[in-house]
Nanobody
């Protein structure tokens, strides 16, 4: 189990950019695959992106590929989600999550942050 806390959410105009951060506690951060999910009101929580333990491999949902970039700094126990060319449909609560295995399903992630709101205005 690892404790996660997200930051960086806010209000941005369509076409703008936002950078989310997820800080993790513990010494085993590098042993976790890290992911981001998002959930809009009345919708299921959807996969956004994930990154391997070393940061060498990333995976993106088709809806964000080419616009979002996921990275990690294991020395700082932090992952980052750079979001560019934001669209109103990106509006959601964004959650950071950790998994001990390669996964894109919500159920496969063991630890979750509290979420941070991202609102994109038109």
């Amino acid at each position: 189990q690892v404790q996660l806390v997200e930051s960086g959410g806010g209000l941005v105009q369509a076409g703008g950019s936002l950078r989310l951060s997820c800080a993790a506690s513990g010494r085993t951060f590098s042993g976790y695959v890290m992911g981001w999910f998002r959930q809009a009101p009345g919708k299921e929580r959807d996969f956004v992106a994930s990154i391997s333990r070393s940061g060498g491999s990333t995976y993106y949902a088709g809806s964000v590929k080419g616009r979002f970039t996921l990275s990690r700094d294991n020395a700082k126990n932090t992952v980052y989600l750079q979001m560019n060319s934001l669209k109103p449909e990106d509006t959601a609560v964004y959650y950071c999550a950790a998994s001990k295995v390669v996964a894109i399903r919500s159920a496969d992630f063991d630890s979750w942050g509290q979420g941070t709101q991202v609102t994109v205005s038109s």
